[in-house]
């Protein structure tokens, strides 16, 4: 395990100064082109699927958010998402033809095992125009404006459907109320027939997530989150799930302490099981200041630590069980360390540390005596959790 380690991180170092020569918009497009190739066939998913195998091999299992995970870190949503279409039509019509219109769904799942898919909104999204990604290599960090591109949830669960013989034993799937949206019948509705379209064809995740935290498009730079709107959506997602997947609540970085807490309410007591901290934080973009988008990676961890820890402390202040699962610069495994959860979500790590970003973070994490043995996980960490707050 530790030899394709090793030699899958010299081999990143080497291509990284090749993939940091292409703008992230073109490295992003080569990265999903060649996913797509590897995506139409056994052969080369068994091949990711072994190097990962051989990546991942010791298991260190975590129980959050009602789920048993084999590892503590999944790739966050984000990555696999599909291309945008201007119409749900044009979206079916890509699937009924056979088009693999959600890159990487066969093929990261093999190599990097746990992912959340998605997000995927009602309708199909085509996102921002012109430049919409960026990379600061001397903070390691990313920085974003696609603004929601997918294919709309009835057509990635028409994609998934035709697929299901291919798809991981678990995988997340992350649904986001539509940006622009004010009117709270309408978004529950749109909730809710999203997360029907999945449920209804047989594609039944290991977690839902509902993102009420997209800071990257024009028209919804707050986000969903009071507290009437996420107790709306929240009660809305966890009714028509019915019992059949556990959610997951997602907020941004920068809210107050007294908005995490109340979040946190609203997220135990309509019936969610985990919250993600945190999605993308709102930064003036390098080539004009007056647009914003996403930042992530290292700019953004001390603004993730900080809304996970004001949410731990509101857990224990409540004595409430719901687990908290950090996002934001998880590059390292001290890292990961730093927010004292039992797991954890990265995005920016894949591009600074490569494909296998997570086995060599969960290796550190391990080295920094934080586990005894695999076994020793959850106990050590609640330990960790509780005196964190
Ligand atoms: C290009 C890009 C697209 C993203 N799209 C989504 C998305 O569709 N839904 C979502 O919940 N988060 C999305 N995210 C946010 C990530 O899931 C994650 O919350 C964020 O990048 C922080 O993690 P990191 O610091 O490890 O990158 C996106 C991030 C990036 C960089």
Redesign the pocket.
């Known amino acids: 395990m530790v030899s394709v380690l090793y030699s899958t991180e010299w081999l990143y170092g080497v291509m990284k100064s090749l993939i940091f020569n292409l703008t992230p918009m073109d490295a992003h497009a080569l990265v999903l082109r060649a996913l797509a190739l590897a995506d139409k066939s056994a052969l080369p998913c068994a091949a990711l699927r072994m190097i990962g195998w051989q990546a991942f091999s010791q298991s260190r299992p975590v129980s959050v958010g009602g789920v048993y995970l084999d590892h503590p870190l999944m790739l966050?949503?984000?990555f696999v998402?599909g291309h945008g279409f201007a119409s749900e039509g044009e979206a079916l019509a890509a699937v009924e033809r056979g088009e693999n219109i959600m890159p990487g769904w066969r093929s990261m799942p093999a190599l990097v095992g746990l992912v959340e898919f998605?997000?995927f909104t009602r309708y199909p999204r085509v996102g921002n125009a012109g430049v919409v990604?960026w990379r600061d290599p001397a903070t390691q960090s990313?920085q974003?404006r696609?603004g929601?591109k997918?294919p709309g949830a009835r057509a990635a669960a028409a994609f998934l459907a035709r697929n299901a013989h291919h798809l991981p034993r678990l995988l997340g799937i992350?649904i986001?109320v539509s940006p622009g949206v004010d009117e709270l019948n309408q978004g529950e509705r749109e909730i809710r027939e999203a997360l029907r379209f999945f449920l209804d064809l047989g594609i039944v995740p290991a977690w839902f997530?509902l993102?009420l935290?997209?800071p990257n498009t024009e028209d919804d730079p707050g986000a969903n989150q009071t507290d009437a709107l996420a107790r709306r959506y929240c009660a809305a997602a966890v009714a028509e799930i019915g019992g059949r997947a556990p959610l997951w609540v997602?907020l941004s970085p920068a809210l107050a302490a007294e908005q995490y807490e109340a979040l946190l309410h609203a997220a135990v007591e309509t019936g969610a099981q985990a919250v993600i901290a945190?999605?993308?934080l709102a930064q003036p973009t390098p080539d004009n200041p007056q647009v914003s988008a996403?930042m992530?990676?290292g700019r953004?961890?001390a603004a993730?630590v900080e809304a996970v820890t004001h949410l731990l402390r509101a857990k224990a202040r409540a004595g409430y069980t719901i687990d908290v699962v950090a996002?934001?610069?998880?590059l390292s495994g001290e890292d990961f360390a730093r927010f004292g959860t039992p797991a954890g979500?990265?995005?920016?790590?894949l591009i600074y540390r490569g494909a296998l970003a997570a086995a060599h973070i969960e290796r550190e994490y391990e080295q920094l005596g934080r586990l005894d043995a695999p076994g020793d996980r959850r106990g050590r960490l609640q330990l960790e959790e509780a005196d964190h707050v």
């Open positions: 966050a949503a984000g998402k998605g997000s990604m990313t974003n696609v929601l997918n992350n986001a997530t993102n935290s997209c997602k945190t999605n993308t996403g992530a990676g953004l961890h993730a996002c934001g610069g998880i979500q990265y995005w920016s790590a």
